[in-house]
């Protein structure tokens, strides 16, 4: 009886250890188990569009950076975290363009991860691009405001500019007041002193930049004088890329480059996908060299080949198909810029005999309209395809139809 018992028992732990084992196993390989889709996290909107393509239903396909987030000031949150710790694959671009994935990954335990950085081998460096997080943090600079102060918003920040733009701001208190007295403060570090700037005594805060990022916030005095409204600091983020232009994705031949580099790294991730992956990138690389043919035969027996951009964000583009990009970087759709900025453009419009001026977002604003009339020009917007926008939605815009429509609107200026 006893030694039935001890075989009994004997039996049941072998058996429970057998069972330990199978889940062990099917637990290891979930990530790619034959019938599962594969977990795809990709950056911001080009990525994930070609990675769509490449993927098909093979894939379930997300994006971090959502509609109407700017891929340069996005911060991941802990769902992003929890996403990419979870995914088989992460796709990017560069971190000249999402400052933000080498912290990011530095946060993940995900050991089978499979990361595509899509700027591989596309004259981008690897290399750190450096903290360019420049946090408001608390408010040191004591006006012997009090606990009843108003708060003001600070409108027309652009994602980055580069060194020489100009900064175009606007303070927006919420309600009508009858104080005008306005001081502007700048900092480059967070543990450094608010200085005011000089010359900037009104609503509107325009500045040339230098070079280096900085902090700016704007306080409304009362007639006593006391602060009777004060924002919260802002990040004035200044990228030059390290004259390196990261927006590869808006050439139509680097684009079929970064359609490989996700293909390969699909394949890897799901080996048994891969005639699906690679049939998908086939498909999509013909389309974006049809795309490149279009742009070749548009714009191969134009005279002028100069167009004015509000961001600078055209450079492989413009190289691929020898054009001359010109920026008048940091002017908003957000805020009117000065007189004396609106005769700068102008200038620059009549040196270069431009008929249109392009927008990246907004460009029917009124704004953009007012840049217009001034400078007897047109406003067409030319998507750099930073961001998911509105128009891009309203219109039903992939990559291919946006890029369709910059060719349509580079027309107008290149003739």
Not at 259 to 283: Q, W
Not at 315 to 341: C, F, K, M, N
Not at 381 to 386: F, G, P, T
Request: aromatic share 8%; glycine share 6%; hydrophobic share 35%.
């Amino acid at each position: 009886m006893k030694r039935q018992f001890f075989k009994f028992v004997s039996l049941l732990l072998l058996s429970l250890t057998l069972i330990a084992c199978q889940e062990a196993e099917v637990n290891q390989g979930d990530s790619i188990k034959e019938g599962d889709k594969i977990s795809v996290v990709t950056s911001f909107f080009p990525i994930y569009e070609f990675t769509k393509q490449v993927a098909g239903d093979q894939a379930d396909v997300s994006i971090m950076v959502s509609a109407g987030e700017d891929a340069h000031h996005y911060e991941p949150s802990a769902k992003d975290v929890a996403s990419v710790n979870e995914a088989d694959v992460f796709v990017y671009s560069s971190e000249l363009m999402e400052h933000w994935v080498k912290s990011l990954l530095s946060t993940i335990e995900n050991d089978h991860l499979v990361i595509a950085r899509t700027a591989d081998g596309l004259e981008l460096d690897h290399h750190d691009h450096g903290e360019h997080d420049h946090n408001s943090g608390d408010d040191d600079h004591d006006h012997g405001s009090n606990e009843d102060d108003q708060s003001i918003e600070i409108i027309g920040l652009a994602g980055h500019y580069h060194t020489g733009d100009v900064v175009s701001l606007f303070a927006d208190p919420g309600e009508e007041i009858s104080y005008d007295h306005w001081h502007w403060y700048t900092r480059e570090e967070q543990d450094e002193e608010w200085q005011v700037v000089s010359g900037q005594e009104t609503d509107h805060f325009e500045y040339k930049t230098t070079g280096e990022s900085f902090e700016v916030k704007v306080a409304l005095f009362d007639d006593n004088p006391q602060v009777y409204a004060e924002s919260e600091p802002v990040s004035v983020l200044i990228d030059d890329h390290e004259n390196q232009d990261p927006h590869i994705w808006l050439d139509p031949l680097l684009a079929q480059e970064q359609v490989n580099i996700i293909r390969d790294a699909l394949i890897k991730a799901d080996p048994d996908g891969k005639d699906i992956y690679e049939e998908n990138a086939d498909s999509f690389n013909k389309e974006l060299q049809a795309l490149h043919e279009e742009y070749q035969e548009a714009l191969a027996e134009t005279e002028n080949r100069v167009f004015v951009v509000q961001h600078e964000a055209f450079g492989h583009l413009a190289e691929r198909y020898d054009l001359e990009q010109v920026a008048i970087g940091g002017i908003s759709t957000e805020v009117e810029p000065s007189p004396s900025r609106i005769a700068e453009i102008g200038d620059l419009v009549e040196a270069y005999n431009v008929p249109v001026i392009y927008f990246q977002q907004g460009a029917n604003s009124a704004i953009a309209e007012t840049v217009a009339n001034e400078t007897e020009t047109k406003t067409v917007i030319l998507y750099d395809l930073e961001v998911l926008s509105k128009e891009l939605e309203d219109n039903d815009l992939g990559y291919i139809g946006a890029m369709r429509e910059n060719l349509k609107n580079l027309q107008l200026s290149i003739h």
